[in-house]
């Protein structure tokens, strides 16, 4: 079984209580949905790997035209509950890149969990998303890894998790095409160090 399918099955397992968890939104989530809103050049919005919705909602709430998707059927049940608003579908973000087109895409601690071998030709289908001019937000866990990594404390099944070095994903932007305009290092109460990075389509 594959990293990504044992991850899908992760979440399977513990959707309920990771949304019970993450049903507000931080400070920091919220600065950075706050930033995303204000590049945005127009009202077409694609939430990638949405989990319960709780950031869809927020965009929805901010009169933006959101579609949110995730690979997990659990998570876009939770989502439609949610946000009766937006539109939720079922789907691996590997396979985005054709269909409509978004003026923004907001990818919050989702492409974490592609494997690096897919990196590349993830984020190109995702900038082939876009409308030239089009904003993109990505959040990625600070480090050097690719693999499998248990939850210990939440007692939590593993799940894929591919962290970056702030190069590394600068790097793997600017390749599938992106130009980064903000990158921003904030530490968690929790020790890891998340990337936030603001990229645009010329």
């Given at each position: 079984?594959?990293?990504?399918?044992?991850?899908?099955q992760a979440y399977a397992k513990i959707f309920?209580?990771?949304?019970?968890?993450n049903s507000d939104l931080n400070e920091v989530v919220r600065r950075m949905l706050d930033r995303f809103i204000s590049?945005?050049?127009?009202?077409?919005?694609?939430?990638?790997?949405?989990?319960?919705?709780?950031?869809?909602?927020?965009?929805?709430?901010?009169?933006?035209?959101?579609?949110?998707?995730?690979?997990?059927?659990?998570f876009i049940?939770?989502?439609r509950e949610n946000c009766p608003g937006c539109e939720f579908v079922v789907s691996d973000m590997r396979?985005?890149?054709?269909?409509?087109?978004?003026?923004?895409?907001?990818?919050?601690?989702?492409?974490?969990?592609?494997?690096k071998?897919?990196?590349?030709?993830?984020?190109?289908?995702?900038?082939?998303?876009?409308?030239?001019g089009g904003v993109?937000?990505?959040s990625v866990m600070k480090g050097d890894f690719d693999g499998l990594r248990p939850n210990v404390a939440l007692n939590w099944p593993e799940r894929h998790f591919s962290d970056y070095g702030e190069n590394?994903?600068?790097?793997?932007?600017e390749g599938a095409g992106f130009t980064v305009i903000e990158n921003e290092s904030v530490k968690t109460e929790w020790g890891s160090t998340f990337l936030h990075l603001f990229c645009k389509k010329s």
């Amino acid at each position: 079984m594959g990293d990504v399918e044992v991850t899908k099955q992760a979440y399977a397992k513990i959707f309920q209580n990771y949304a019970s968890r993450n049903s507000d939104l931080n400070e920091v989530v919220r600065r950075m949905l706050d930033r995303f809103i204000s590049l945005l050049s127009g009202e077409k919005v694609l939430d990638v790997g949405c989990a319960n919705g709780r950031e869809s909602k927020y965009l929805f709430e901010h009169s933006l035209d959101v579609t949110g998707c995730d690979i997990s059927e659990e998570f876009i049940q939770l989502a439609r509950e949610n946000c009766p608003g937006c539109e939720f579908v079922v789907s691996d973000m590997r396979m985005l890149g054709k269909g409509e087109k978004y003026d923004g895409l907001w990818v919050s601690a989702s492409f974490l969990h592609v494997p690096k071998s897919d990196a590349r030709a993830t984020l190109e289908g995702f900038f082939e998303l876009l409308n030239p001019g089009g904003v993109m937000y990505v959040s990625v866990m600070k480090g050097d890894f690719d693999g499998l990594r248990p939850n210990v404390a939440l007692n939590w099944p593993e799940r894929h998790f591919s962290d970056y070095g702030e190069n590394e994903i600068e790097g793997l932007l600017e390749g599938a095409g992106f130009t980064v305009i903000e990158n921003e290092s904030v530490k968690t109460e929790w020790g890891s160090t998340f990337l936030h990075l603001f990229c645009k389509k010329s």
